[in-house]
């Protein structure tokens, strides 16, 4: 099967995750495509494939030479950001550059001047959206590099490879999909998750993350009697936001810049909730700006009284570069082995996180690589055909040194 084909099939599964559930895997169709995952293993010859009761798929393919243990990850989940049922995928082959109409109905277009990448890939076979749900090749493009990586190993006994190891995650996407991997059963001696973007894409430095809930208890006066009584909670919080650096936010920042984005606020008079995120790759300034945080409902708190502003600060995952830098043959490996294949290494911080940051804290060094696709976790997703080929050749690759 080419791995296009193995990718269409897993995308028409909705696998889409839930935040703040509290139970892996957030939800229960997961389990459907690591259903489908094992069979397929199974069939190609991984004969100790299986799924856990949380819906961790694993298996290994054996190696035939001295090597050390590699393993594959990928996750199985789609992003909550936007629709991950009925997705309907499109091939645009031989793309002659352009806007792609994704959708003439809705009058939904991926426009050219906005997603520069696109015309890179003119002469290429685009596989894209309608526009209406996401694509989810974040995740599903990386399952399916990774199983035709691991069929032509098994198609091919004489090519000599080390022992590989597969592991497909739940709850990536919800900040959770390492939180019960077996990392003693996977037994690997390193591995890279498949979880990247455009081709060259290598990364082991990523953020070190945290999330920031700020409530905030107002009192509600009829606002004719309301004079030196009301304490308005949706201004309080309003007051709570000004105050951060106006400047540090996604649409203010690439690189190595952190920020703080203010991800959802409702409310009334009475309480408001505002929900951050916390980036940063700096862990001197990622503990700067939590303590920003601190300081203002402190301040607030003086202003209008002890228990109007509520933080509760959550660490979710830091940085991997610290645990990588130890074992950094892995990275010069994979750029030897993109280069023996004619791809060009980018290596480049991670303006986000993957299983493998949480994995590497937990005993298993695990950088990134790429998976060929773009825009993910929007309407506008989309992947080449050749690219997803590029990787299979690259997976390969590696397993072979």
Known sequence: MKVHERFLKYVKIDTQSVPDAEKIPSSEKQKDLGKLLVEEMISMGIQDAYMDENGYVYGTVEGNTDAPVIGFIAHMDTSPDMPGNNVKPKIIYNYAGGDIVLNEEKQIVMKAEMFEDLLKYKGQDIIVTDGTTLLGADNKAGIAEILSMAEYFISNPQIKHGTIKIGFTPDEEVGSGADLFNVEGFNADYAYTVDGGKIGELEYENFNAASAK?????????????????????????????????????ENTEGYEGFSLLSDMAGDVEKTLLEYIIRDHSMEKFIAKKERFEKIAAYLNEKYGQGTVELKLKDSYFNMKEKILPHMHI????????ENIGIEPDV????????????????????????GGHNYHGRYEYI??????KVVELLIEIAKM
């Open 214 to 250: 700020v409530t905030i208890n107002g009192v509600n006066i009829h606002p004719g009697s309301a004079k030196n009584k009301m304490k308005n909670s949706i201004l309080i919080g309003m007051e709570f936001h000004n105050m951060l650096p106006v400047y540090e936010t996604p």
């Open 331 to 338: 990275i010069e490996n994979a750029k030897r082995a993109m």
């Open 348 to 371: 480049v911080p991670i303006r986000g996180g993957t299983d493998g940051a949480r994995l590497s804290y937990m005993g298993l060094p695990c950088p990134n690589l790429c998976t």
């Open 384 to 389: 080449p055909i050749q690219s997803m080929e």
